[in-house]
């Protein structure tokens, strides 16, 4: 009875009822703090810097011309190697063959998320390059030039968005380590090469990152496609995939 009692209060105490909301999403508000709030803040700092002056920042010329300086041709190979493998548009195979993978197991909450934050990716990229409409640098004469907007790096972007939805949609395995690993080598590889080239400022990779992770995460906020039950190979699909959440059938029922 007592205990009745306490509860009764407690419910009925504002501060209370912060507080123990506070206790019990501390992961997400966390995670959205870091993941989503502070790589749209850096992606809007950045913006405003190069909006005010297309020349970039103090620090981008500097780190081309270290980075150009090593320039041999076996670094040559890889570079324009590096920068092919990381195109958007080879992305696209790689994610319709994994959308394909979770269409054939039933898995709609991480097909609906992979589907979001690809397509979303690449929407923002081409929407913010026609309103920066900054040039690429012209520092030397680039083996693979580009003729499109450079703010912010649609490679940059892509390998984030490629490896934040793997990684996403193996957290429940032990396979996210693997993902992160060698996930985390492609995204630096990806940003040396456009800074190799000298098709990209530093500020148009860290911007395209700084984006991409925001999107990628804020998604899989949304979404939550980790929502899911670790299984072997030939058991059953989680049932989490194939129903909604409790909280997403009651706003459902709401509206």
């Given at each position: ?46 913006t ?39 195109l ?28 979001t ?25 680039s ?34 380590w ?19 080239l ?55 029922t709401?509206?």
């Open positions: 009875m007592e205990k009745v009692e306490n509860a009764n209060q407690e419910s009925q105490s504002p501060l209370s009822f912060l507080t123990n909301l506070l206790i019990a999403r501390w992961r997400s508000l966390l995670l959205l703090s870091i993941g989503v709030y502070l790589p749209l803040q850096v992606f809007e700092i950045l405003v810097k190069i909006w005010e002056n297309q020349a970039g920042l103090p620090w981008d010329v500097p780190i081309l011309l270290a980075v150009h300086s090593t320039a041999n041709p076996q670094l040559d190979v890889l570079a324009v190697t590096l920068a092919t493998i990381g958007p548009w080879t992305a696209m195979p790689i994610l319709g063959a994994i959308a394909l993978i979770l269409v054939l197991q039933k898995r709609w909450r991480s097909l609906a998320y992979l589907l934050a690809s397509v979303g990716s690449i929407i923002i990229s081409r929407t913010a390059k026609e309103l920066m409409h900054r040039v690429r640098p012209q520092l030397w004469q083996i693979a030039p580009e003729s499109s907007f450079a703010f912010p790096s649609a490679h940059a972007m892509t390998s984030i968005t490629l490896v934040g939805i793997l990684l996403f949609l193996t957290w429940a395995s032990s396979w996210r693997l993902v992160l690993i060698f996930g985390s080598l492609y995204i630096i590889a990806i940003a040396w090469c456009r800074l190799y000298g098709v990209h400022f530093p500020s148009d990779i860290l911007a395209g990152w700084m984006v991409a992770l925001g999107w990628t995460i804020g998604v899989s906020l949304i979404i939550k496609p980790y929502k899911t039950t670790a299984k072997s190979v030939d058991s059953d699909r989680p049932k989490d995939e194939t129903t909604l959440l409790p909280e997403e059938r009651k706003l459902i709401e509206e």
